[in-house]
């Protein structure tokens, strides 16, 4: 199979296999692998909704990501893996399925590839893995979390799986490669996730207060294009934070509420006193198992500035970014013409 060399030897992939493709970071990455001329192939589950692939740009194989042999299946005359699909609830009636998915997933990708002789894998984590400063300044990549440290199901099941892939490059040879993004918006969100069920809500007018904490947002399609530079330049081993702009959350939802004409939030909350509202929320949500929009875990990760540094990525692997207003602005855009935004 034909292909041109990478900076560091690897044969530059013409045939990727993509999970995770029907949500919103994976569908991002099969559209950037497919712009370099790759040939894409998308694993995708039989009961995943198939919004984002109406219009793929390759085949799809059906299986889950915690099935080794369907994994294996779907590798078959592939270069390359990019596991991008992972289970990103910030809640769940039963937390532990939220570790056990992501764990489970990572343990058979990573099996899937050994057995395959895949060259090269790019294996999603997040920067849920790192430990944000106490002072408020960007992390970089040499602060990992332990799993002990982590607030949340999500956060604490992306540490495991982390850990785990970075063991099978140590100990078997695994050829991966880890990039950890920060916090994706733009178009496709189709759930939405939490940082898009934001948007939505703030854009509704029905967010109108706000806690005093920071994200770092990138655009989605940065991400993606990150994710392609991570499989032709990055190193075994290494991990890159794929981030975009540190923003207070206030200024999140100010932004928000200019690009559709609303006054934005004033009133600041302190944390403490929101603490039973979470409560009363997550056993609601216990009861009829709607994800409630407030958390004691939320809360939690508020009391820090989740700001971190793309650095290496930009130093080592050419990563850029836009603008984070272009993401809010798309993000919009996609949501209005999902009738999700009026």
């Known amino acids: 199979m034909a292909g041109r060399a990478g900076t560091d030897g690897f044969l530059l992939a013409t045939r990727v296999l993509i999970t995770g493709v ?17 040939v894409v192939r998308g694993l995708i589950r039989a009961s995943s909704q198939r919004t984002n692939v109406a219009d793929f740009p390759g ?9 080794a042999a369907a994994v294996e299946r779907a590798l078959s005359g592939c270069d390359a893996l990019l596991h991008v699909a992972a289970d990103y609830r910030l809640w769940a009636r ?17 099996a899937a590839a050994l057995r395959a002789g895949t060259q090269r894998i790019v294996y999603t984590s997040s920067v849920a893995t790192i430990a944000p400063m106490a002072d408020g300044r960007p992390a970089g990549e040499d602060r990992p979390l332990a799993p002990e440290h982590a607030i949340g ?7 495991i799986a982390e850990r785990l892939v970075e063991r099978c490059v140590a100990e ?23 940082t898009g069920r934001i948007i939505v809500a703030a854009a509704a007018g029905r967010m109108p207060a706000f806690v005093e904490t920071g994200l770092n947002l990138v655009h989605v399609d940065d991400v993606a294009e990150g994710h392609c530079l991570a499989l032709e330049k990055g190193e075994v081993g290494r991990r890159y934070i794929l981030g975009g702009t540190d923003v207070p959350l206030s200024e999140y939802l100010a932004e928000i509420a200019r690009q559709v004409g609303r006054k934005p939030p004033t009133v600041k909350l302190p944390v403490g006193p929101l603490r039973p509202l979470a409560a009363v929320a997550e056993a609601w949500g216990k009861l009829t198992g709607r994800e409630p929009m407030l958390t004691g875990d939320a809360l939690k990760m508020a009391r820090h500035h989740m700001y971190f540094s793309s650095e290496r990525a930009e130093r080592e692997l050419g990563y850029t ?3 984070w207003r272009e993401g809010v602005a798309d993000a919009l855009s996609w949501f209005r013409a999902e009738g999700m935004v009026k």
Request: net charge positive; hydrophobic share 35%; with cysteine.
């Open 94 to 110: 039963n937390p532990q399925s939220i570790v056990d998915n992501n764990r489970l997933g990572a343990e058979a990708v990573c």
């Open 172 to 194: 078997r040879g695994l050829p991966a490669v880890i990039v950890n993004p920060s916090t994706p918006i733009g178009p496709r969100d189709v759930k939405p996730t939490p």
């Open 22 to 38: 029907s949500g919103f970071v994976g569908a991002a990455v099969a559209r950037a692998c497919a712009a370099r001329g790759w």
């Open 321 to 323: 970014h836009r603008d």
């Open 59 to 67: 085949d799809l194989a059906e299986g889950d990501m915690r099935d």
């Open 153 to 159: 199901a999500y956060k604490r099941g992306k540490v």
